[in-house]
């Protein structure tokens, strides 16, 4: 599962490199892998009006709908140059958690060692109908 992780982070990173981001210069990218074995990335895409922005992970996330994935989400890897363990918001935690309560979280520590955390870890209490 490590080679698989490691694979997501790369596609993560080739992912930040075309963020829209000219008011806070912070590059994130995501790379969801689903059950059916696809992936999707996203970048952030800031906006002039902050509230508008689209985070990376809500944008691969968003991605794998518009292709019409319908199997679950098994993990998301997410990375920015300007952070290490960049982890997710409150927002993207709970799109996370909305496409399997069982995804893991994949970051990259500074020294390139590869983590994971549960969804739920990161969301106890998350909500759902």
């Not at 490590?2 to 008011?23: D, E, G, M």
């Not at 893991?104 to 739920?120: G, P, R, Y």
Request: aromatic share 10%.
């Amino acid at each position: 599962m490590q080679r698989t992780f490691a694979n997501l982070i790369s596609q993560a990173k080739q992912a930040a490199q075309n963020a829209y981001v000219p008011y806070s210069k912070f590059k994130v990218g995501a790379c969801a892998l689903f059950e059916s074995g696809n992936t999707y990335i996203g970048c952030n895409v800031e906006n002039s009006s902050y509230g508008l922005s689209l985070c990376a992970e809500r944008n691969a996330l968003s991605n794998a709908i518009v292709e019409g994935e319908k199997s679950k989400l098994i993990a998301i890897a997410i990375v920015s140059e300007n952070m290490p363990e960049c982890s997710p918001c409150g927002a993207c935690r709970q799109w996370i958690y909305e496409f399997s309560q069982e995804a893991k979280i994949i970051l990259e520590k500074q020294d390139k060692t590869i983590i994971s955390f549960d969804i739920k870890e990161l969301l106890p209490n998350a909500f759902l109908i």
